[in-house]
């Protein structure tokens, strides 16, 4: 038979290029090769190309995502597994490239890429849906507003972050109104907008939806006890916290976070991997954000989620191939 082209598609326009070439390797090392030729293709801001087994870089021609092989062929992919976190695989720009050029890909489309990169509409969106989030103010660069008005009305300690930012890049936690100036600083460093948000006093989840075999499945919800004040940049990649999958809730809180997980998932009409972010008050989830590419290397949340669900990283990843081939 013949075996499908597959590109796993990896790098990015950020500081989380790092992250994204180590997912992009474990979906690499996971795929069937008796049923795909299995390609490394690495999209950084200055150079696009496809990495051979002796790590030659061939240039990628953009105008329709193929190779010519040192041989003087041409290698065009069935599918681009997409595991770009950040600008420009998680933000709609990629995909939409795809789509214009009729290139089938793995995950969501451009339109839910571009709008769960955006928090802030993400929520406005899902509020729609009886899916509750954080009180917030929301700021584009050269806005003026009073540390003091902030205070009054979000209280504190609360978060600032970038709008549009993957990793938690630039977040702070701000606790007095001294804070407020560098926490700007931070944030605006990444996007020219921020939001600014009340602080939720609770535990931390972060929960994997994906769709499998036609159906979207909650592959397990996972307690965040960062060892520092939030779960940050350095928190998630370099070990400063405690995951513990099965998260430590009681069943009717758990039941309630698999339906707004899924609720959020169908409503934004997502596919492929997602990973949701929910501060649980009182038993009732409210949502911090949607990463719809989210880190899959093998310390990254997803994976283990798939393990405890008894869900193989190989199957996960040919689902999502098998998926974008029938599109």
Request: aromatic content about 10%; hydrophobic content about 35%.
């Amino acid at each position: 038979m013949n075996k499908h082209n597959i590109a796993v598609v990896m790098g990015g326009y950020s500081e989380e290029y790092k992250v994204s070439l180590k997912s992009g390797q474990l979906i690499f090392d996971s795929l069937d090769r008796t049923l795909y030729n299995v390609y490394k293709v690495v999209i950084l801001a200055e150079e696009w190309y496809m990495l051979t087994e002796n790590d030659q870089k061939i240039p990628l021609n953009k105008e329709d995502f193929s190779v010519t092989t040192p041989e003087g062929s041409r290698l065009k992919f069935d599918v681009c597994f997409n595991t770009i976190h950040g600008k420009p695989g998680e933000n709609g720009e990629l995909q939409a490239y795809w789509n214009t050029i009729g290139q089938k890909y793995t995950g969501c489309g451009f339109y839910q890429s571009a709008l769960t990169f955006n928090k802030k509409d993400t929520l406005a969106v899902l509020a729609k849906y009886g899916i509750p989030s954080a009180k917030s103010i929301y700021l584009r660069k050269g806005d003026l507003i009073a540390p003091e008005k902030i205070a009054d009305e979000l209280g504190l300690p609360c978060f600032v972050k970038p709008n549009q930012s993957g990793s938690s890049l630039g977040i702070s936690k701000v606790k007095t109104l001294e804070e407020f100036p560098n926490a700007f600083d931070l944030a605006f460093a990444e996007d020219d907008e921020i939001i600014i948000e009340s602080f939720l006093d609770g535990m931390e989840v972060s929960v994997g939806v994906v769709d499998f075999n036609g159906e979207p499945i909650v592959l397990g919800i996972t307690e965040i006890v960062p060892e520092k004040e939030f779960f940050d940049y350095e928190a998630k990649y370099l070990g400063a916290s405690k995951e513990i999958t099965p998260a430590r809730i009681d069943e009717e809180t758990k039941t309630k976070v698999e339906h707004i997980a899924k609720r959020a998932y169908q409503s934004l009409g997502m596919s492929g991997f997602s990973r949701s972010e929910y501060i649980i008050v009182n038993g009732e989830p409210f949502m911090l954000e949607m990463n719809t590419n989210p880190g899959f290397s093998p310390a990254s949340i997803l994976p283990q989620q798939a393990q405890h669900y008894g869900i193989s990283i190989k199957d996960l990843c040919g689902n999502e191939v098998e998926k974008a081939l029938n599109k």
